[in-house]
């Protein structure tokens, strides 16, 4: 079982930054693929960057201005967002795939103002 317990989301003005953390626990685990999903209020959930043994991946909206980083001794990825938008807000969730299971976090609000 791996348990999943994220930071960093708040409310910020348009152009600024935060960091999201994502700390990953539990019994002997190995990581295929770690990253963010977002959800915003209607919408369904999307891909926003992905690290798995490939380069990351990105959404389109986010390449440039997000950035994905992980401490391995640790097990744990952050989400950098720089420049933010209105239309980043969401509520972010950390995503973390073993060989043979998912694991969702319980996501955290991203709130950005105009």
């Known amino acids: 079982q791996v348990q999943l317990v994220e930071s960093g989301g708040g409310l910020v003005q348009a152009g600024g930054s935060l960091r999201l953390s994502c700390a990953a626990s539990g019994s002997a685990f190995s990581i295929n693929d770690i990253g963010w999903y977002r959800q915003a209020a209607g919408k369904q959930r999307e891909l926003v960057a992905l690290?798995?043994?490939?380069?990351?991946n990105y959404a389109d909206a986010v390449k440039g201005r997000f950035t994905l980083t992980r401490d391995y001794a640790k097990n744990t990825v952050y989400l950098q967002m720089n420049l933010l938008k209105p239309e980043d807000t969401a509520v972010y969730y950390c995503?973390?795939?073993?060989?043979?299971?998912?694991?969702w976090g319980q996501g955290t609000l991203v709130t950005v103002s105009s």
């Open positions: 690290s798995s043994d490939s380069p990351t």
């Open positions: 995503n973390l795939k073993t060989l043979l299971r998912t694991y």
